[in-house]
Nanobody
C-alpha cells in the first residue's frame, strides 16, 4: 500500500505546477483523497479534498480559485493543478487518504496513508 507523489519544483510567482499522486495496493475512490502542505516552521495544513461520500471537492480559502484538485480513476491517481502561484504557497506538499471522514476532518491523524511529499518553491 503506497502513495507516490511527484511534480514539485521551482517556479516564479504567477506560474503553474501540477502535482500527481499515484496509489498502489488500494483504490483511491474508496477513500477521501486530500492534499496537505507544510511550510518551514509551520504546521501541516489541509489544501484540498475530494469526498468519497458525495464526490464534492473542498479547498482551503487561501487556494480557492487558483488550485484545482482532480482524480483519474483509471490511473488511480489524484492531481493538484496549481495556478497563479504565490511565494506563500512554498511548502512540501503531501497527498493522503482518509477511510472514514469523507473530508469532514482536516486532522492528520484521521488520514491513514501518506505520500512522501514533494517540494514546491515559488520565487518572487
Amino acid at each position: 500500500v503506497q502513495l507516490q507523489a511527484s511534480g514539485g519544483g521551482l517556479v516564479q510567482a504567477g506560474g503553474s505546477l501540477r502535482l500527481s499522486c499515484t496509489a498502489s495496493g488500494f483504490i483511491l475512490p474508496h477513500f477521501a483523497n486530500a492534499w496537505f502542505r507544510q511550510a518551514p516552521g509551520k504546521e501541516r495544513e489541509s489544501v484540498s479534498c475530494i469526498s468519497n461520500k458525495d464526490g464534492r471537492t473542498y479547498y482551503a480559502d487561501s487556494v480557492k480559485g487558483r488550485f484545482t484538485m482532480s482524480r483519474d480513476n483509471v490511473k488511480n491517481t489524484m492531481y493538484l493543478q496549481m495556478s497563479n502561484l504565490k511565494p506563500e504557497d512554498t511548502a512540501a506538499y503531501y497527498c493522503a487518504t482518509d477511510p472514514l471522514f469523507a473530508c469532514s476532518s482536516d486532522l492528520e491523524q484521521d488520514y491513514d496513508h501518506w505520500g512522501q511529499g514533494t517540494q514546491v518553491t515559488v520565487s518572487s
